[in-house]
């Protein structure tokens, strides 16, 4: 999917929840309104690569998936993450690009099945499957990372790092990682899945538990912010 398209929802939905918050919670002090400012301005200038000190902010929000390099690339970026950050390959989304030139010479957009081979290729076996919620959270408690497949508002992958009926924690390549509620999420997966079997001892825990806690904090901040809970 292309970036400056998921951008630009994903962009017009923060403006939404942050004008929410500031009625919903009656935030009127300047402390507050400086702090969700702050914030929003952060997300804001991260589409401005010429500002200055984006690029701290780009590597903290891409800590744990790789920034897809270009519009279509959003499938090559989320197998190169996986085995790069969570399987410690030395791998770049370029190098998969390189390995699949002949097929790719008009698009950068990849297919499931070619996803699985390029897992297979580096010795990893892989199932697609159409489940449910409910089982998605179980995919995640003894797969994760799971590769999942959106179908709105356009055509994108991305992976969960945890998931349990409330929220999901998602590292998408346009975005970074974040939080979303469960019904949010639901609104944009197609219900497919890409589950990875990766030998309990190779999967890099300690980036996994990393990605997951970070995720957690920032938005456990955010809620106290909203809340006024210092």
């Known amino acids: ?93 370029a190098d998969l690009l390189n390995q699949l030139a002949e097929e790719l010479q008009t698009t950068r957009k990849v297919t499931m099945a070619q996803m699985m081979r390029i897992f297979q290729a580096y010795g990893y076996q892989t199932k697609a499957y159409k489940i449910d919620m409910d089982n998605l959270i179980k995919a995640v408690q003894y797969y994760a990372p799971v590769i999942v497949h959106y179908d709105k508002p356009e055509l994108h992958f991305a992976f969960i790092l945890q998931a349990d009926k409330d929220y999901v924690i998602v590292a998408d390549p346009v975005l970074g990682l974040e939080m979303q509620t469960a019904k949010d999420f639901q609104k944009k997966w197609s219900k497919t899945v890409l589950l990875v079997k990766i030998p309990e001892q190779i999967l890099n825990k300690s980036v996994l538990k990393k990605a997951i806690a970070n995720t957690i904090q920032k938005y456990t901040v955010l809620e106290r912010i909203a809340e006024r809970k210092w």
């Open 1 to 93: 999917m292309g970036k400056s398209i998921y951008g630009c929802l994903c962009f017009l939905k923060e403006a939404k929840i942050l004008i929410m918050h500031i009625k919903l919670y009656k935030i009127k002090s300047m402390f507050f309104a400086c702090v969700y400012g702050l914030i929003f301005s952060s997300w804001i200038f991260s589409f401005t690569p010429d500002i200055q000190g984006v690029q701290s902010l780009e590597k903290l929000r891409f800590s744990f998936v790789h920034e897809q390099g270009e519009d279509e690339s959003c499938g090559l970026s989320v197998v190169s993450s996986i085995l790069n950050l969570y399987l410690n390959l030395a791998v770049t989304e």
